[in-house]
């Protein structure tokens, strides 16, 4: 196998190394469990100051350095750009982490042109670091991952990202189609992570309705490396605005696609 391009091998170390300081960051800062310490954006939508100072923290670093790459923030919108286009989610899954709940993640993807290229995911309350770089493989901690070899949607577990982006019926109607295959429903709280657990075969599945490219940036090379079937977020309003996204494992997604009327790329 030929050897991936200095110039992403080294960007993806970089990104490795930055995000695991920010981990520690937010580690540090992250709420006891109880009710939520955060402020809302509105209903239901979370803000912590960790999601502020993270991502401060990997933009300054990602500035010193690759200076002429792009910078794009949940938080900070789109800081510089580049065909190189880093997009980062400070805290994806705020809901949890305001709760003092182990599951939110650091999601900072790397996007050359309208290719998504590399990402990292560091969920640091569950130890756990995802990376993956196109063309070289998908990794859970170092270990190579794949997604899910179930066949049978009655043996199949599927997540739905909620949001109150979504009005109650489309998400119900949805929720309804899902279940109706018989598959196992749940819902998790944080779209980062659900698509890396479509990656590693974690779940069948994962279906948001309208959902932001810094939940799924990093999670979208994993996902490719790993084999699952995605539909194509970025050709349908993904790069610069909210879009749908449903992953799949290979097995399951044509029936998935269908049951839920949403196409695959
Ligand atoms: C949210 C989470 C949630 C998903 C929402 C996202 P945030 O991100 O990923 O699971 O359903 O669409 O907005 O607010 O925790 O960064
Ligand atoms: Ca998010």
Redesign the pocket.
Known sequence: MSSPSPALATRLEAARAVVHDAAQMAMAMRPPPGGPQASQKSAQ??LTET?GAVEAFIANRMKALFPDDGFQG?EGGVARTGSLRWVV?P???????ARGRCR?CISLGLLDGDEPVAGVIDAPALGEVYTALRGYGAFLNGKRIQASPVKDPASSMIEM???N?VPKPVFMEKMDAIMAMGTMPRS?????L?LADVASGRLDGYI?I???L??VAAALPLLAEAGARVSPFLQEGGLTGPATIMAANPHIAQALSKAVSIPLA
Do not use: F, K, Q
């Not at 805290?91 to 982490?97: E, P, W």
């Not at 998790?188 to 980062?192: E, H, Q, R």
């Open positions: 939508d979370w999601d949940e989610d805290i994806d899954g705020t809901s949890n982490y939110w990202g909620w949001s982006r998790g709280g944080c779209g980062a659900a948001e309208v959902i932001n810094w939940d």
